[in-house]
């Protein structure tokens, strides 16, 4: 597979970002230290290169109705400048990818979707609509800047003439006379946003955006999005979710609508599974002993496995040994212990709420 | 990047300083700083007998899990119990922050200054 560069590339190299290939691009994992970086969109801002990830243009009349039928959530209320976020399964009720769904217009959507999915995202797509909306993918002609934290909002408004108010809100607006689409979303826990705009602005707003801060945007890289959206519980797909989970098993839902006027890819499984009870369930875990459980190790109740870790890290915000793991139910129930292996030695560990960590607002 | 010259080292990121008989070890500046900010450390316990080349130690960072290995064959005669609580100081002080000291040893082939300076211009 050949390995892309995205347009802020030479900005990584040039600022000392450790540039690792993630999902087909090279992109920095960190520039100053995941943790330092970590902090800093939690107190303050951080800026992030995220031209990664996919972006599917979904047109023409047919496009509300064909969504509806694509995705497990209910578009149907959607007005323009609104955003959704939706799992997509296959026809096992299964989860294909999780999404954002962006109304432009009536017959004008966009969806943004996971990197490493793109392609298979793009397949399932195409095939399912068969005609019925135009698809196609215009992820090489855009530039996704992420701009995150406290102060991302008094720093966006020295470059945008208006911005979102709404969290999950959009505007197309300019920015340095460029029409761009600027919403208010993220994946850090924080406030913050999201820029859409063509690759021909992505050097020059991201050297805007940096200057506006004033000394307090710090650049952000990989590692830091992983470790702020886990503290945040925000799943990753590919960890919490893959082809054989279902959105009701990943703890997603509140954004499956069984109910909702139309059918929808993989329904009737979910209905099924909703029916006869879900056997397992996505949940939070504190590491009670010294060490840390990650990706793939096992849980146990009382000696009986019982689920494995999805995602786990030292959690740099609330300083402690954190998880989530897909585990049997009732064990997924706040306040059971549980244990984890890690190299063969037994953790001691207790399910918690999620998320992790709530930003005040 | 930071290569004492009073220090042993190995292929595998490892430094050793011998001391009267006793063996300290720990991982180099090159190593620390490709693993990034050290969240956490596994120390052996005193007593454990290793041979050169078995894991020793584990060290994670945010992202991922490093194993060291033991640049000697010994017996862990005492640890650094003071990483257990402020792992960072792998980061700030590489050199100074040992994992453990080992004692009966028996010295393998290990990598001078010059020879570990080499390897890491060709990583």
């Excluded at chain 1, 004008?108 to 195409?126: E, F, G, P, R, T």
């Excluded at chain 1, 399912?128 to 135009?134: D, H, I, L, P, S």
């Excluded at chain 2, 082939?109 to 300076?117: A, G, H, M, N």
Aim: negative net charge; charged residues 25%.
């Amino acid at each position: 597979m050949e390995i892309k560069k995205t347009p802020l590339y030479n900005r990584h190299i040039a600022s000392g970002g450790k540039v690792v290939e993630f999902a087909g691009y090279m992109l920095p994992v960190q520039y100053s230290g995941i943790i330092v970086e970590h902090h800093a969109v939690r107190s303050a801002c951080g800026i992030f290169d995220v031209s990664h990830m996919g972006e599917i243009r979904v047109d023409g009349p047919g496009a509300c109705g064909f969504l509806q039928r694509l995705l497990p959530n209910d578009i149907s209320g959607m007005k323009p400048g609104n955003i959704k976020y939706s799992p997509m399964c296959n026809e096992h009720g299964g989860i294909v990818d999780d999404l954002l769904v962006y109304k432009y217009a009536d017959d004008l959507y966009m969806l943004v979707v996971n990197a490493s999915n793109k392609d298979k995202d793009y397949a399932h797509i195409a095939s399912a609509a068969n005609g019925e909306a135009g698809i196609l993918d215009i992820s090489e002609s855009i530039t996704q800047i992420a701009l995150q934290g406290p102060l991302a909002e008094a720093i966006m408004m020295k470059l945008a003439p208006c911005v979102p108010k709404k969290y999950y809100s959009f505007i197309e607006t300019e920015l340095l006379g460029t029409r761009c689409t600027l919403s208010r979303t993220g994946y850090t826990g924080e406030d913050g946003f999201e820029v859409y705009c063509p690759n021909s602005l992505a050097e020059p707003l991201w050297d805007e955006l940096i200057k506006a801060g004033d000394g307090n945007v710090t650049l952000c890289g990989l590692g830091a999005r992983d470790t702020l959206r886990f503290e945040a519980s925000m799943p990753l797909y590919g960890h919490e979710m893959n082809d054989e989970t279902t959105p009701l098993e990943a703890g997603l839902s509140r954004f499956v609508k069984l109910a909702k006027d139309s059918s929808f890819i993989g329904k009737e499984p979910l209905v099924r599974q909703q029916a006869e009870g879900i056997k397992r369930r996505l949940c939070g875990i504190e590491i009670l002993s010294r060490g840390i459980a990650r990706d793939g190790a096992e849980v146990y109740h009382n000696h009986k496995p019982v689920g494995h870790v999805t995602s786990g890290t030292m959690s740099p915000t609330l300083g402690k040994a954190l998880a989530m793991a897909i585990v049997e139910l009732p064990y997924n129930e706040p306040g059971t212990q549980l244990s984890v292996e890690v190299r063969g030695k037994m953790l001691d560990a207790r399910v918690i709420e999620m998320p992790f960590y709530k930003r005040n607002k | 990047m930071n290569i004492p010259n009073n220090l042993r080292y190995t292929k595998s990121h490892e430094w050793v300083r011998e001391d009267d008989g006793v063996y300290y070890i720990g991982i180099t500046d090159y190593a620390q700083n490709e693993m990034g900010d050290i969240v956490f450390v596994e120390l052996p316990s005193i007593g454990d007998e290793f041979t050169e080349g078995d894991i020793i130690c584990t060290v994670e960072s945010v992202k991922a899990v490093s194993d060291v290995y033991s640049p000697v064959s010994g017996v862990v005669q005492n640890v650094n119990e003071a990483l257990e609580d402020a792992p960072e100081l792998v980061n700030q002080d590489p050199y100074g922050s040992w994992f453990a000291e080992l004692i009966d040893v028996e010295p393998g082939r290990l990598l001078s200054p010059e020879e570990y300076k080499r390897l890491i211009e060709e990583e």
